[in-house]
């Protein structure tokens, strides 16, 4: 197999491009650095595009060294003909290998491993070819006290439990049967226990296998795995019989009867058990990596919500019991003040609570406040929206998610960096960090932890991880970081900077002070020019004298900029003081070509330079719509009434639609058939988390708190 044509056919790419990107990976280079500083080796892909094609190479790669040690293994066994060989040669899959070594893998001792060993294969064979004698006559003769074949009825069982086996490890024939069970087969599951559960509308439910939906397999696993639902899958018996007959003798045949029992066996004993396991486990993996492209869908809108600049934020962490823990944090994140209060535990205390809460805001001057969605969040909402109607102070507020909040409160990290606060307070710190900058917060979390996807704790972790970090790693580049001020756990996502030499920069600024370049980067121990190549690019000196080292121009292109600069008749300082607004017609009417070519770079890096050079440091959230913040208005669950019309926040994308938060205690779920007036094929395809929409109430259930919302005939911003 070539991998670079096999790829560059399945992605529709060019050949040289995939050649190229595979070259560039098996350099050491990092997928964001590949995406933003080598485009015209790759003609502009995305860093998405770059991801997948790794992974896909990956599994090519792993496929061919399987085939290589599965032809090893045959060979060795004195086995691999020319015609056997190909065959493996030209498998496309991991399952397509394995069914053709199938026949040759070591087994354990079965029924046809004892028939072989007492001599009865030569009968399984004559049985199969046919003969003019009977079945008694012929089994007869392989009668052996020697051998424990005491009767012609154990010569005949054993030799059929030799072709029973045979048939279970013929590739072309499981390969048939597969096919059967995936186009006519279902999944169907039934349980006695399941009313007024999550499990509900599967106590009695069956699906097609080639209809069955993602969500519906993980929940039907789930559900088994938690013994409240039995799960088998079925399918039609007589057409698997058939094609095992046609594979195994025609008709009429002299044995047929026999034949036939043995076909029954080998299906219900051997090949629709295997099998049955087999398409299970393809449902699951596909399920899998479909709620791990969901999750991973969801991640990367949510890191690249806009932040709110320029704000003094109020987090207020919801509770009963332990109070409502207050934290005001600056527009740079530093904490100014803290406070608990007691507003959901009596209404005694809610007086004092909103003095407490006006001393706060007025002393440091708080004009937006983060209300976690926690335990209590619904109480404490009414309480603030009280409070902001009565204390006439300019101020507005937002629901953000806590999840993970709990987690990152009780890290090593939170301790290194609140070590004088309790864990309540790191959480209510951290939420209103989460508003002021939600990239540079969430990326202290494990992903998994954020709660934006289903199942995730069903997941193969590690693949889960993989994802997930890529996603960080692409959104923590895609926006880039100030190197004076990015804490250790945001710069290790940065390209060619691990967690180690994260740790090291954040000494080198405690001990050198601020960098004044990028070039003192090169003086942080263990980072060597490699990993300076890949991480430069993306890190920001306020500071440096060289205003390119403000920007996302790599140190290798800062002399194809400052010739750009001297073609289209800038300076520098020009750049400085942002007086390039007229820079692309200076290059329109240079020519692009011409420029790049005098410049001795290519046009994608050309547009990526200007494009820099016109908007210094730029943050690409900002061209994204503001979230939504609430002023003093709240509603209750019970206000709801179908027809009305309430603009919410997207705070979820699943397979099955997408839950808003409107405003309410309870997020709503737009189902996937109420998305659009057209088809949606997937719910990511019309929204994103952290869409600000448009949506119509459709019912409420107030008694289990669902609410069903609608964006059907609504013209959405």
């Known amino acids: ?45 995305d860093d998405q595009v770059i991801r997948q094609l790794s992974d896909r190479a990956t599994y090519l790669r792993g496929l061919e060294k399987r085939k290589e040690d599965v032809m090893h293994a045959i060979s060795e066994q004195g086995k691999l003909t020319d015609a056997l060989k190909k065959s493996i040669e030209s498998a496309d899959t991991l399952t397509a290998v394995e069914d053709l070594y199938l026949p040759f893998r070591p087994k354990r ?98 699906s097609p296998i080639r209809r069955i939906q993602s969500h519906q397999v993980l929940a039907l696993n789930r559900g088994e795995r938690e013994k409240l639902l039995k799960v088998e899958l ?50 699951t993996d596909t399920a899998n ?8 869908l969801n991640l990367r809108p949510l890191l690249m919500q806009p932040p709110i600049k320029n704000h003094v ?70 309480f603030l929206t009280e409070f902001i109607r009565e204390s006439g102070l300019p101020i507005q507020y937002m629901v953000v998610s806590e999840a993970g909040a709990s987690v990152y409160s009780a890290s090593k990290l939170a301790a290194q960096e609140f070590p004088d606060f309790d864990v309540n307070l790191r959480s209510a710190v951290s ?44 959104c923590v580049n895609a926006v880039g970081v100030d190197l004076n001020t990015a804490s250790p756990s945001l710069l290790e996502h940065i390209a060619g900077i691990s967690p180690a030499i994260a740790k090291n920069i954040e000494a080198y600024r405690q001990e050198n002070g601020a960098f004044t370049s990028r070039k003192q980067l090169l003086k942080v121990a263990k980072l060597g020019p490699k990993a300076f190549e890949q991480c430069a690019g993306f890190l920001r000196v306020a500071e440096s004298k060289e205003v390119l080292d403000r920007t996302a121009v790599h140190p290798e292109s800062y002399p194809a900029a400052k010739t750009l600069l001297s073609l289209c008749g800038y300076t520098e300082q020009d750049v400085a003081e942002r007086r390039l607004s007229d820079l692309n017609d200076r290059i329109k009417k240079e020519g692009k070509s011409q420029l790049a070519q005098r410049c001795g770079i290519g046009v994608p890096t050309l547009n990526d330079i200007a494009a820099e050079l016109q908007k210094p440091g730029r943050d690409p959230r900002d061209e994204l719509p503001a979230p939504l913040l609430r002023s003093a208005d709240v509603m209750t669950l019970g206000q709801l009434k179908p027809g009305m019309e309430i603009v919410g926040t997207v705070r979820n994308v699943c397979d099955f639609g997408a839950f808003v938060d409107i405003g309410v205690h309870e997020d709503g779920l737009v189902h996937i058939s109420q998305l659009s007036d057209k088809f949606v094929k997937h719910p990511s395809d019309i929204v994103s988390v952290g869409d600000v929409v448009k949506t119509v109430v459709l019912s409420v259930d107030t008694d289990r708190k669902r609410i069903s919302l609608s964006m059907r005939g609504i013209k959405q911003h």
């Open 289 to 296: 990596e479909q709620s791990i492209a969901t999750f991973a």
């Open 234 to 283: 079925v399918c039609d018996d007589e057409s698997a019989l058939q094609l095992i007959c046609r594979s195994v003798f025609r008709k009429p045949h002299p044995y047929e009867k026999q034949l036939t029992e043995m076909a029954q066996d080998a299906w219900k004993r051997l090949l629709f058990p295997s099998l049955s396991r087999e398409i299970r486990k393809e449902l």
């Open 313 to 382: 934020v109020l987090g207020f962490d919801p509770g009963y019991r332990m109070g409502c823990k207050l934290a005001v944090v600056d527009a740079t994140g530093a904490v100014l003040d803290t406070a608990v209060i007691y507003p959901t535990m009596s209404k005694k205390s809610i007086p004092e609570a909103k003095q407490t809460m006006q001393r706060l805001c007025e002393k440091n001057n708080v004009t937006c406040i983060a209300l976690g969605n926690g335990t209590a969040s619904r109480e404490s909402e009414q």
């Open 431 to 474: 939420i209103a960090r989460r508003l002021e900058d939600p990239l540079a917060e969430l990326v202290k979390i494990d992903p998994k932890a954020i709660g934006i996807g289903q199942y995730q704790h069903d997941m193969p972790q590690a693949r889960l991880s993989q994802a997930l970090d890529g996603v960080v790693e692409d």
């Open 1 to 45: 197999m070539n991998i670079t044509e096999t790829l560059a056919q399945e992605l529709n790419l060019r050949p040289e491009y995939v050649e190229n990107v595979i070259s560039l990976l098996d350099e050491g280079n990092t997928i964001p650095f590949i995406a933003r500083y080598r485009k015209e080796m790759h003609g502009s892909m």
């Open 109 to 206: 001792k079965t029924r046809a491993s004892a028939a072989r060993a007492k001599g009865l294969e030569p009968l399984a064979t004559r049985l199969i070819v046919g003969t003019k004698q009977s079945v008694e006559e012929l089994a007869q003769e392989f009668v052996s006290t020697e051998q424990e074949v005491n009767t012609w009825q154990d010569a005949l069982s054993g030799a059929m439990d030799i072709l029973a086996e045979d048939c279970s490890v013929n590739a072309a024939l499981r390969g048939h049967l597969r096919a059967l069970i995936r186009n006519t087969g279902e999944l169907v599951s039934s349980g006695k226990e399941v009313e007024k559960t999550v499990y509900e509308k599967y106590g009695a439910f069956s």
